[in-house]
């Protein structure tokens, strides 16, 4: 679920994008509305993982079963399986949940122009500090380029988001080009659950500790799914999306999709050819005055 960009180029200057500008360090809180997949990932405990680089770190259902989250490999970088995936990205990247950024900056290292987006400030000064480039910004959140990228990465169960996959797969057909491909990692199981859990480090006692947890407002629960590949693909083919490639790296699946393209104009044409740079010109840029979040 990320400064300036790696081996950047002198662009040639293009307008802003003024549907969704984005002027915010990226320190700062982005001033939209709050999002319930904001908070959770914002404290601790998951900070506390981010910042010693390994768990353990679980998602908690109300009826305490436990899904372990894998911190260290998160805090690495990218292994076989990622590799598998993002070998079939293509154009600018924007990886959504990026936690403390390794594919943001191995996406940059072959080339690509990637964008990481998290909610945690711990995990993206994180990616800003191993050289990639992120905000702290919700999926949820005007973004840039939206409509421009050429791909979306949803890895790490960041399919899970918000607890409404459809939802996300809608918000995700906004960010993506005509034609743009979504590559998700799935669920192992042929499972489509829809639950509340909260973050748990095995240490801090939980609400409700000896029986179920409580979910009342603020308690630290929040919505999240899984989702295996034949639910997704459920998800997906009503909605303008064509399956275009599954695979299965070190005990990870993983789904291709492509957005419908649309009719293009000679206007939209153009738009298209310019989206790199109009991408390029909205990320974070470092200056002498910036946060120290904005890099070494």
Same mark, same amino acid.
């Given at each position: 679920?990320?400064?300036?960009? @790696?081996?950047?180029?002198?662009?040639?200057?293009? +307008?802003?994008?003024?549907?969704?500008?984005?002027?915010?360090?990226?320190?700062?809180?982005?001033?939209?509305?709050?999002?319930? #997949?904001?908070?959770?990932?914002?404290?601790?405990?998951?900070?506390?993982?981010?910042?010693?680089?390994?768990? +353990?770190?679980?998602?908690?259902?109300?009826?305490?079963?436990?899904?372990?989250? #894998?911190?260290?490999?998160?805090?690495?970088?990218?292994?076989?399986?990622?590799?598998?995936?993002?070998?079939?990205?293509?154009?600018?990247?924007? #990886?959504?949940?990026? !936690?403390?950024?390794?594919?943001?900056?191995?996406?940059?290292?072959?080339?690509?122009?990637?964008?990481?987006?998290?909610?945690?400030?711990?995990?993206?000064?994180?990616?800003?500090?191993?050289?990639?480039?992120?905000?702290?910004?919700?999926?949820?959140?005007?973004? +840039?380029?939206?409509?421009?990228?050429?791909?979306?990465?949803? *890895?790490?169960?960041?399919?899970? *988001?918000?607890?409404?996959?459809?939802?996300?797969?809608?918000?995700?057909?906004?960010?993506?080009?005509?034609?743009?491909?979504?590559?998700?990692?799935?669920?192992?199981?042929?499972?489509?659950?829809?639950?509340?859990?909260?973050?748990?480090?095995?240490?801090?006692?939980?609400?409700?500790?000896?029986?179920?947890?409580?979910?009342?407002?603020?308690?630290?629960?929040?919505?999240?799914?899984?989702?295996?590949?034949?639910?997704?693909?459920?998800?997906?083919? @009503?909605?303008?999306?064509?399956?275009? #490639?599954?695979?299965?790296?070190?005990?990870?699946?993983?789904?291709?999709?492509?957005?419908?393209?649309?009719?293009?104009?000679?206007?939209?044409?153009?738009?298209?050819?310019?989206?790199?740079?109009? *991408?390029?010109?909205?990320? @974070?840029?470092?200056?002498?005055?910036?946060? +120290?979040?904005? !890099?070494?």
């Amino acid at each position: 679920m990320s400064g300036t960009v @790696p081996n950047r180029s002198v662009l040639t200057p293009v +307008p802003p994008d003024t549907r969704h500008p984005d002027t915010q360090r990226p320190d700062t809180d982005h001033p939209g509305t709050a999002h319930p #997949d904001i908070t959770p990932w914002s404290t601790d405990p998951y900070a506390d993982a981010l910042r010693n680089g390994h768990g +353990p770190l679980f998602l908690r259902r109300t009826d305490g079963w436990l899904l372990p989250l #894998d911190v260290e490999r998160w805090c690495g970088g990218a292994d076989a399986a990622d590799l598998s995936a993002l070998r079939r990205c293509e154009g600018p990247v924007l #990886d959504i949940g990026c !936690g403390p950024g390794r594919l943001v900056v191995e996406l940059a290292a072959r080339g690509h122009r990637a964008l990481g987006i998290d909610v945690s400030e711990t995990a993206v000064a994180h990616t800003l500090r191993i050289g990639g480039s992120a905000l702290r910004r919700s999926v949820f959140d005007p973004l +840039p380029g939206e409509g421009r990228w050429g791909t979306v990465l949803l *890895i790490d169960g960041n399919i899970g *988001i918000g607890g409404d996959p459809h939802g996300l797969l809608l918000r995700t057909a906004e960010l993506l080009a005509p034609g743009g491909l979504l590559i998700a990692e799935t669920a192992s199981p042929d499972i489509d659950e829809r639950v509340q859990v909260r973050l748990y480090d095995g240490r801090r006692a939980p609400d409700g500790a000896g029986g179920p947890d409580r979910t009342d407002a603020g308690d630290g629960h929040f919505p999240w799914a899984r989702i295996g590949t034949p639910a997704l693909l459920r998800y997906a083919q @009503p909605n303008g999306w064509h399956p275009v #490639d599954q695979w299965v790296a070190d005990g990870r699946p993983f789904v291709a999709l492509r957005r419908d393209r649309k009719v293009r104009t000679v206007s939209q044409s153009a738009d298209t050819a310019n989206s790199a740079a109009v *991408i390029s010109s909205q990320f @974070p840029r470092k200056t002498s005055g910036d946060s +120290p979040l904005a !890099g070494s």
